[in-house]
């Protein structure tokens, strides 16, 4: 049965642990996965949790810590010794894992904790790798066998390796210089005869990645491919380990929500759960461009004789409203195609065009209803005349304006997500602007 | 070697296709994999696709035709016979794959072909799942065994099943009433003895889901527990297909496009490939909606007696900007908090508490400056005023209907994300001259 977080297992979870009533406890916890465990920590208070990993086997807990949310584990290692991090955390996880977690501590607990560990010369070479590359992504831990092994060979080496290898997918196949030349499922060789060599029956068609690759770039040929593992070499081909699917799987969630809060005009990642002062520093930075373009907006206003004319001021909020739309728009869809890695260079004029189709169709439509409703509102033509151009030029400006930001960021390497949030809505309210009452100042 | 499609690649076989020169054209596309001919069929021309599909084995054609993109397919499926789709496409793909190809199709081949296929019963069974169902995305084809066989039996077994599933990462487990009671992963089947029994080496911790579970609850489950593949029972428990993690990163990407399309104004899933018709269609809906909120905002203008304070005009693009600003920031973190699950009923007071926190401490900040800027620039004092509570109170309001739009959205099964778009920020824009201007009355 799937466990589902509920008031009375909660109630009856916290009166055992009050009770200190262990054995009930670990009979609750034996029906459970380290992640159930880890939304349950959630919501115990310190003494709760720490009593409660406490009791579980240290594998098991080991398992809990990695799936808990950062600020809980750090809470949970601060109160451990770095021997117990070294023997009850540490020596129970995979390379990668043990990795993370150690990136997370305290700069002085982690050389302790480095100094300390019996696995350190995997851990500390995956610490090495720069972050957000495959080498920073992969686990140490594989099944490698040679070319000329027989199947008997294979699975007699497998219980040997595979006691450090939780899940196997897949079983990489080396040459003699430990350059990896293909792989063989295990289906494969369960289905064998005994005797075959693993060179008859291997598959050479194998996908790898360097250490230095991106994760952007891991996450690409993992989904193309659809992989659920992927290897990963060093610049002599040889085999240094591997990336599974689950922690790509969290980097495609992490850079959606990242584009997602650049559109939005949040600038670093955060938790509804942070303080109020690091909501307001992710927030103000966006607000501050907002607002200087909302006072230069003042100072191109201020330039025209509004006075004379005061109902031009009427339909600012229009003008403005539709140029950063369009804006917003072009990008978000040039943006995609950039994640999608659709748009090629040779596709520029094509997408340009197209970018100018779209925006004089709908800027005729828009155009020709506000036309349309000056006359019968305020029956000026003259009016009518200036917002209908004015805002058939604006979403043209506006459209090519969002289709170049973001391919000049991306070219410049900057995340082209940045152009659909705040910057450009800003960029377009004050161009828009200026476009309008230009139009305005020429026609009247 | 992993592939890269190159411009002399491309000529090479472009040449070969052209002076049909099968051979050659086999000796390149050995080297690659379905989703690297899906990649250069993107470039092709119609009938340089079909000759280079038509002189690959079925098999690999088949696959080729899932991992392209769909109007391509469509065309060239397009060009056979109903029996060919049959023989050569279909019977080579797996139950999912198969079902998802006959989806696409038009209605009277899609007739035909159900009626033609050899394993009908299953696709058939598959295409009968309400969509976005765990049941629509799995796959019947899987290895099960029985609690009381012998390692030996189900190696034997397997052998007869194994055929039909191309990847096998995990073997089913089942009682005498086809119940799912656990799994055996081949690591623990390679590693135990031939006599010993499956119900004493299996895992009973198994984690399923019900044919009728949402995809984005498969998700959720796929990602908390780390899983690479998920079986999918009935009401009694009987096991009917499983879930690989590839359908469902392609659904997390999906999804996560679709909320950033929806918070940049675009409102059905579109390419940079669509026609501008289709473009103009995606984008109009958000236009006319933003082109209403600037009307409207044009008439709370005209009600206000501007002619006589035009200065008052300046600072429309400034209000309307920060309202907007602030609004889609306060949607964007509670659509993610729904998003993440991380919200719970009993955080909404806490949740815009700490809104209404932000908003003030960013809304303080932002009001000094401005009334700084004012005194500067204009010398007047009561402007500045005005301007400055103005922006607190359209910043705070803004901040809380940007909380309880996407709030109530999610309680009426709408989606959040919605809130981030045009919408939300057209209300804004409304509401904030509203706000304004009624200040700006009561203060002048």
Not at 121 to 132: A, F, H, N
Request: with cysteine.
């Amino acid at each position: 049965m799937n466990f589902e977080l509920t008031k009375p297992f909660l109630d009856e979870l916290k009166l055992h642990l009050y009770k200190k009533n262990d054995k009930q406890v670990l009979k609750i916890c034996d029906r459970l996965l380290a992640p159930d465990v880890a939304e349950i920590l959630k919501i115990l208070n310190f003494k709760e949790s720490k009593y409660l990993l406490s009791i579980l086997n240290d594998e098991f807990s080991a398992d809990v810590l990695v799936e808990v949310e950062e600020d809980i584990r750090e809470k949970l290692l601060n109160d451990l010794s770095t021997d117990e991090i070294v023997e009850d955390v540490l020596e129970n996880l995979d390379s990668d894992d043990a990795a993370d977690v150690i990136q997370k501590l305290p700069d002085k607990v982690q050389k302790e904790v480095i100094s300390k560990i019996s696995h350190a010369t995997d851990v500390v070479d995956l610490l090495s790798y720069e972050d957000s590359s495959a080498g920073a992504l992969m686990a140490k831990e594989l099944i490698k066998v040679k070319e000329e092994w027989s199947v008997v060979r294979c699975v007699s080496e497998m219980r040997i390796q595979a006691k450090k290898v939780e899940n196997v997918y897949t079983i990489y196949v080396v040459n003699d210089k430990n350059q990896l030349t293909g792989t063989v499922s295990l289906k494969k060789l369960l289905l064998s005869e005994k005797r075959s060599q693993i060179n008859k029956i291997f598959d050479n068609h194998v996908i790898s990645v360097k250490s230095e690759t991106s994760d952007e770039e891991v996450a690409r040929i993992m989904n193309k491919y659809n992989l659920v593992v992927l290897p990963v070499v060093n610049n002599r081909n040889e085999l240094i380990g591997r990336i599974t699917i689950d922690d790509v799987l969290d980097y495609v969630k992490e850079e959606a929500e990242k584009d997602y809060q650049l559109a939005s005009g949040i600038s670093e990642s955060i938790e509804p759960n942070d303080s109020i002062i690091n909501l307001t520093k992710a927030r103000i930075p966006w607000l501050i461009i907002g607002m200087i373009g909302g006072l230069i907006g003042a100072q191109i206003i201020g330039l025209f004789p509004i006075k004379e004319n005061p109902i031009l001021a009427f339909f600012i909020p229009l003008i403005i409203a539709m140029g950063g739309n369009v804006g917003v728009q072009s990008s978000a869809i040039v943006v995609q195609a950039i994640a999608s890695k659709n748009l090629g260079v040779q596709h520029w004029t094509k997408r340009l065009a197209k970018e100018v189709g779209v925006a004089l169709l709908n800027g005729i439509i828009c155009s020709l209803i506000v036309l349309i409703v000056c006359f019968l509102l305020y029956s000026q033509i003259k009016i009518g005349i200036i917002v209908s151009v004015s805002l058939v030029t604006v979403m043209l400006f506006a459209s090519l304006f969002g289709t170049f930001v973001p391919i000049i960021l991306n070219n410049r390497r900057v995340d082209p997500a940045l152009a659909t949030g705040p910057f450009i809505t800003t960029m377009n309210d004050v161009i828009g602007l200026f476009i309008y009452f230009s139009i305005a100042e020429f026609i009247i």
